[in-house]
């Protein structure tokens, strides 16, 4: 059986890091990017560049599956949602080097990078991104469309709500629970008192 064709949504950073743990699995075969900021037939990663966002419909044919890979939260649900109705199946990417619990629950179209662990009966929602270094400890749940940047760290039973985001080095104590749309700076430890 071959290899799933895979178009990325998004050629920044977190799309180039999405396309290279995506080639590392050996599952995908990338064939593409769609990125409003670039101009068609430019080569990302030596991939070429498809076209804008509003031609995802043309793709459909050649791609099997697709992944949103844009760290903005609320960008990334609306053109998964956009995706999901063009009839485009979404892909979960997760990087080889990560480590995730057999019997942790990953949503479709979450990405996980490099070092990233996902623990034992942890759940990561719709549309998530575990960036590099991030742990998601025991019983942990990430909601839909939730992000933690780099080294971000949840403990056992802390709850980070739907679209929030941790950014770089932001901690989650035990049971900890952050609700929907928040933004955490940068290195914040949150703790129950």
């Given at each position: ?27 995908f075969q990338v064939i593409g990017f769609l990125d409003d900021s670039l ?155």
């Open positions: 059986m071959g290899k799933t064709r895979l178009m990325i949504l998004g050629a920044g950073g977190h799309g180039r890091s999405v396309a290279e743990a995506a080639e590392l699995t050996g599952v101009p068609a037939g430019e080569r990302v990663l030596g991939y070429p560049l498809l076209g804008a966002v509003e031609s995802m419909p043309l793709h459909r044919e050649v791609c099997d599956q697709g992944i949103v890979a844009i760290g903005n939260n609320f960008v990334r649900e609306a053109l998964m949602k956009q995706m999901v109705n063009v009839g485009i199946e979404l892909a979960t990417v997760i990087h080889p080097r990560a480590f995730l619990s057999p019997r942790a629950l990953v949503g479709h179209g979450t990405a996980v990078m490099a070092g990233a662990i996902v623990g034992t009966e942890a759940q990561l929602g719709v549309g998530a991104i575990v960036n590099c270094g991030a742990v998601v400890d025991h019983h942990a749940q990430v909601e839909d469309f939730g992000h933690l940047g780099v080294n971000a760290c949840m403990a056992g039973g802390s709850v980070l709500g739907r679209g929030a985001w941790m950014q770089a080095g932001s901690s989650l104590g035990y049971g900890v629970s952050v609700t929907a749309g928040s933004i955490l700076q940068p290195g914040v430890a949150l703790k129950n008192c």
